[in-house]
């Protein structure tokens, strides 16, 4: 893996900056509009966003760019260097103002998730990873290492669910499992954030919506804490397709117990009548 700190400390200067500016309009309060159903986006997703894209690609001209609230013009798909840009992850959660939400810029190379930033502007708290390079979390400039915890037993772990898109398949897993502990949170780098801070150890996510934008920055931060993400059978998750679903779902663990968690997953998708080949959309 290539040196990245220009890439952390360029990502990392972007996502506080774009926070400040959704703090703001978390504080103001912000009309609403829809991208479609259940599928919300506010003033701080677009500034948010500008920020970030603006910034990067003034920083890195020649590589390839993602993000959720900017068209996808495709000219990404023959760069080897991608960035993935959710400017408001959890945009739900921030119109019902509950602050797990958070800004999350990723990069990937070669298809694969080399850094990751995920950042949460009410609480000035941010993750930064990139496997074999970094694995921290800053908060209110107090930097403490990432590191997953060691539970082996999946009936012992704690899982972090959903607050707004909970799915119905996660209670089948949960009872294959024997799971008894779960924590609700919004975004999908905060629940990762979770895992990687050894506070959760498990969070599984076996049905449609997300992108590689979603997932992309949480997976680097996790890989660099020690921890594990595969789709919902078992394989890794890839990055710059032309399709940019993940349509095999989530599944994110601190690693120990990571195949028996995926046959348990896959049982039940099994089960509700999902195949590999559709996944859950």
Known sequence: MPDLTKELTIAEALAREAG?????????????AWKGVNDPVTAADHAANEILLSG????FPDDGF???ETADNRSRLDRRRVWLIDPLDGT????????????????????????????????????????????????????????????????????????????????????RLG???ERPSGSVGLKVGLLA?????????????????????PE????????????GWGRPLQYNKLDV????????????????????????SHTAGFRLESGYW
């Open 66 to 68: 993602l993000s959720e």
């Open 92 to 175: 739900r959660e921030f119109i019902d103002g509950i602050p797990e939400f958070s800004i999350m810029v990723g990069l990937a190379i070669a298809g694969r998730p080399a850094l990751g930033v995920v950042y949460q502007p009410i609480a000035d708290l941010l993750y930064r990873g990139a496997p074999d390079i970094v694995a921290e979390v800053v908060c209110r400039d107090e930097i403490a290492p990432l590191a997953v915890s060691a539970v082996r037993e999946p009936a012992a772990m704690r899982l972090v669910v959903s607050r707004s898109h909970r799915n119905p398949l996660v209670n089948d897993v949960r009872r």
């Open 197 to 217: 801070t050894g506070q959760c150890d498990l969070y599984i996510h076996p049905a449609p919506g997300l992108k590689e934008w979603d997932t992309c920055a």
């Open 179 to 181: 799971i008894q502990q």
């Open 220 to 231: 680097a931060i996790l890989q660099a804490a020690g921890g594990m993400v595969t789709d």
């Open 56 to 59: 990067l690609t003034a920083a």
């Open 20 to 32: 400040r500016a959704v703090r703001r309009l978390f504080e103001q309060g912000t009309a609403v």
């Open 245 to 268: 679903r993940q349509r095999q779902g989530l599944l994110a663990s601190n690693g120990v117990a990571h195949d028996q968690i995926v046959a348990a997953v896959t049982a039940a």
